[in-house]
C-alpha cells in the first residue's frame, strides 16, 4: 500500500482516516491530508471523469483464469488467450486431444 491511498477526511471536525496505514501514521503523529486538484474535461457535457474504471479491468482476467482452471480438469493444456471465451472455443478446448 502506498502513502496515495491513504486518505484523510475531515467530518464535523473530527478526523477520518480510510485505511490501515492512514491509522497507523496518524497514531506515530503524522497527519496526512489530501489535496483534490480538479480537472475538468470536455470528453462529456457534466465535465467530469471516471474513477471507477479500476475495479473492473482485472474482471475478464479473473474469469478466464477460473474457466481456464475448469477446463484443465478435463484437458490438462488448455489455454485461454483470447477473448471472448465463446462456448465454440470452449467446445474446441475440451476436445483437443491431450
Do not use: Q, W
Amino acid at each position: 500500500m502506498n502513502i496515495g491511498i491513504v486518505c484523510y477526511a475531515s467530518v464535523g471536525g473530527s478526523g477520518i482516516i480510510a485505511t490501515e496505514l492512514g491509522k497507523v501514521l496518524a497514531s506515530r503523529g503524522h497527519h496526512v491530508h489530501v489535496i483534490s486538484s480538479e480537472t475538468p474535461t470536455d470528453a462529456n457535457p457534466e465535465g467530469f471523469k471516471g474513477a471507477g474504471e479500476s475495479g473492473t479491468i482485472p474482471v475478464p482476467a479473473a474469469i478466464s483464469n477460473a474457466v481456464e482452471d475448469a477446463l484443465r480438469k478435463r484437458n490438462p493444456d488448455a489455454v485461454i488467450d483470447r477473448l471472448p471465451i465463446t462456448s465454440d472455443r470452449i467446445v474446441e478446448l475440451l476436445s483437443t486431444p491431450r
